[in-house]
C-alpha cells in the first residue's frame, strides 16, 4: 500500500474527539470573557486568550497527524494533556488577574507534554527530530505566561504579545521541514473545530436567552441566530471542504506542510475568532433585542461574520491566487454595517446580517451550481484544475449553439473568450 494510501486514510480518533471537548470548554470561557468585559480592552486581552488556545490545539492537531494517539504510554501522556488543558480552560477567564500563574502553568505542561509527545514520533526520523528541537525553543512562550501572571498592566501585556509571536512567528522558521500531513486527517480535524466554534454561537443563543423572558422578539433573535449559524456551517462545509483537501492532495512534502500551515494552522484561526465575536455579539443581542448595540458589541455581530469570511478569502488567495467574488463582496458588506448596528435595533442589525449571509450562500449555489454539484459527487476524488474548468466548460459547450445564428467572425471570438 503506498504512501499516499495510507495518510489518505488516517482519520480522527476518538481520543482526538474527547481533547476537542476541553477545547469547546475554553472557546465557550473567551465568550464569557468578552461578555463580562465588552470593552476595547476586553476585546485585545480575549483575542490573546483565543490566540494562545488556538495555538495549542493546533499543535496537537499536527501532533496526532503523526502518531497514533491511542495506543500504549502516548495515550496516557494525552490523557495528561487534556487535564492540563481542562486547568487551562477554568483559568481562562481570570488568566490576566488573579488565576494568571496558574494559566501560565497548566499552559506550559500542555506544550511540554506536546515536545514529549513529538519527540517520541519523531523517533528514527531525523528531519521530525530537528523539528523537535525547533519546538523545545517555542517552550519560551509558555514560560513568559508564567512570568505575565506575576505581573498586571503594560508589562503583562507586553509579554502576553511576546509569547505569542514566538508561537507564531517560530512556525515559519525551517521551512516546515520534517512535518508531515496526511490531507483526510487534516481536513476533517480542522474542519472538526470549525464545527465546535460554530456550536459555540448556539451555545450564545441558550445563554444569551436563560435570563429572559421568552418573547417573540427573543425568539426572532434566535431563529436569526441560528440562520446565521447555518450559513456559517454552509460557506464551510458544502464545497470548501473538499476543495481543501484536494489542494493538500496534490501538494508534497514541504510545500504540503507550508500549505497546511498558511490555510489551517494561520487561516483557519481569524474563522474561529470571527465566529466566537460573532457568539459575543449574538448574546449581547438577545439580552436585549430592542435597543441598539453599542460599538465593541456592534463589532462583534458584524466584524466577527467579516473576519470570517475575510479569512475565507486570504484562504483561497493563499491556496488558488484569485479572491473570488461572493465572499470579498460578503465582507465589505458586513463592514459597511457596522455603523447601522450601533443606531438601530439590535434585532434588525442580527437581520441585517443574516440577509447578508443569506444572499452570499444563495449567489454560490446559483453562481456555481454546476462547479458545486461536480465538487460534491466527487468528494476527495478530483483535482482543482477539474473543478475550476466544469462550469466554464459546458458554458462553452452551450454557448455556440446559442448564438450560432446571431453571432459571427469577430463577435463569435469575443464570446468565446469570456
Known amino acids: ?35 463580562s468585559d465588552p470593552t476595547w480592552d476586553g476585546l485585545g486581552r480575549g483575542m490573546l486568550l483565543l490566540g494562545a488556545l488556538w495555538w495549542v490545539w493546533s499543535a496537537y492537531a499536527w501532533l496526532t497527524n503523526n502518531l497514533d494517539p491511542e495506543e ?5 501522556a494525552v490523557l495528561a494533556a487534556v487535564a492540563a488543558m481542562l486547568v487551562v480552560s477554568l483559568a481562562t477567564p481570570h488568566a490576566f488577574g488573579r488565576d494568571g500563574v496558574i494559566f501560565g502553568i497548566a499552559y506550559l505542561i500542555v506544550r511540554a507534554l506536546h515536545v514529549v509527545l513529538f519527540a517520541i514520533a519523531g523517533r528514527g526520523d531525523r528531519d521530525v527530530l530537528r523539528a523537535v528541537l525547533r519546538l523545545c525553543v517555542s517552550l519560551v512562550a509558555p514560560i513568559l505566561l508564567v512570568v505575565a501572571g506575576f505581573v498586571r498592566g503594560s508589562a ?10 514566538i508561537l507564531y512567528l517560530g512556525a ?63 460557506s464551510y462545509f458544502d464545497w470548501l471542504i473538499y476543495t481543501e483537501e484536494a489542494v493538500l492532495a496534490e501538494a508534497t512534502g514541504a510545500r504540503r506542510a507550508s500549505l497546511a500551515r498558511d490555510a489551517y494552522s494561520y487561516l483557519h484561526l481569524p474563522m474561529v475568532g470571527g465566529i466566537v465575536l460573532f457568539a459575543f455579539g449574538l448574546k449581547t443581542t438577545l439580552a436585549d433585542v430592542s435597543r441598539p448595540l453599542r460599538t465593541v458589541p456592534a463589532l462583534g455581530l458584524c466584524g466577527g461574520l467579516a473576519l470570517y469570511f475575510l479569512a475565507h478569502v486570504a484562504m483561497r488567495a493563499r491556496i488558488r491566487g484569485d479572491l473570488g467574488r461572493g465572499r470579498p463582496a460578503a465582507t465589505v458588506a458586513l463592514f459597511a454595517l457596522l455603523p447601522a448596528a450601533k443606531v ?67 463577435d463569435a471570438q469575443a464570446a468565446d473568450r469570456v
Request: charge should be positive; aromatic fraction near 8%.
Open 1 to 35: 500500500m503506498s504512501e499516499q494510501r495510507v495518510e489518505r486514510e488516517h482519520r480522527v480518533t476518538p481520543l482526538e474527539l474527547f481533547f476537542d471537548l476541553v477545547v469547546v470548554f475554553a472557546i465557550t470561557q473567551v465568550t464569557t470573557f468578552l461578555s
Open 72 to 76: 500504549g504510554g502516548v495515550r496516557l
Open 156 to 165: 503583562q501585556l507586553a509579554l502576553w504579545g511576546s509569547a505569542l509571536a
Open 172 to 234: 515559519l522558521v525551517g521551512h516546515m521541514r520534517g512535518w508531515r500531513v496526511s490531507p483526510e486527517h487534516f481536513v476533517e480535524r480542522f474542519g472538526l473545530i470549525i464545527i465546535i466554534a460554530i456550536g459555540e454561537s448556539i451555545v450564545a443563543i441558550g445563554v444569551g436567552a436563560a435570563r429572559i423572558r421568552l418573547s417573540s422578539g427573543v425568539i426572532v433573535a434566535a431563529l436569526l441566530g441560528i440562520t446565521v449559524a447555518a450559513c456559517l456551517w454552509w
Open 344 to 410: 438601530v435595533p439590535a434585532l434588525a442589525a442580527l437581520g441585517l446580517v443574516a440577509a447578508v449571509c443569506v444572499a452570499l450562500i444563495v449567489y454560490e449555489v446559483v453562481r456555481y451550481r454546476e462547479s458545486r454539484a461536480y465538487i460534491r459527487s466527487r468528494r476527495g476524488a478530483f483535482t482543482i484544475e477539474e473543478a475550476s474548468r466544469i462550469e466554464p466548460t459546458r458554458r462553452r459547450e452551450r454557448r455556440p449553439r446559442a448564438r450560432h445564428s446571431h453571432t459571427t467572425g469577430g
